[in-house]
Nanobody, 134 residues
Framework: QVQLVESGGGLAQHGGSLRLSCTGS????????FTWFRQAPGKEREGVAC???????YYEDSVKGRFTISRDNRRKIVYLQMNGLKPDEQALYFC????????????????????????????WGQGTQVTVSS
């Protein structure tokens, strides 16, 4: 059973940093891609960053250059380093995982699909709250 547990959320000042962790269990970690999402009250879920099984990364435009997603297959953890946090980035951050799949030889999770609300991830964590003071 795929399980994901997020940690590392908390309070940061405007311009500050936090590092989120997503720890996986119950599956072969290195065969999966992972995406960090966030959702604030009253807003739609938003894809923040994605890392594939072969370490390709994708980012939402507004976080490029400030956020970094990485993975440690040995420890089964995906990280999201967030620098330069802004008050409007306050949200519940959660990770999702999906085993790599191919359609006609191309990965189904790719730069065009990773943040689509129609893409069905296999598993989701419960989230960790990030609060940013102004």
């Amino acid at each position: 059973q795929v399980q994901l547990v997020e940690s590392g959320g908390g309070l940061a000042q405007h311009g500050g940093s936090l590092r989120l962790s997503c720890t996986g269990s119950g599956f072969t970690f290195e065969y999966y891609a992972f995406t960090w999402f966030r959702q604030a009250p009253g807003k739609e879920r938003e894809g923040v960053a994605c890392i594939t099984n072969n370490h390709e990364t994708y980012y939402e435009d507004s976080v490029k250059g400030r956020f970094t997603i990485s993975r440690d297959n040995r420890r089964k953890i995906v990280y999201l380093q967030m620098n330069g946090l802004k008050p409007d980035e306050q949200a519940l951050y959660f990770c999702a995982a999906d085993q790599v799949k191919y359609t006609y030889g191309s990965p189904t999770l790719n730069e065009a699909t990773w943040s689509s609300p129609n893409y069905e991830y296999e598993a989701w964590g419960q989230g960790t709250q990030v609060t940013v003071s102004s």
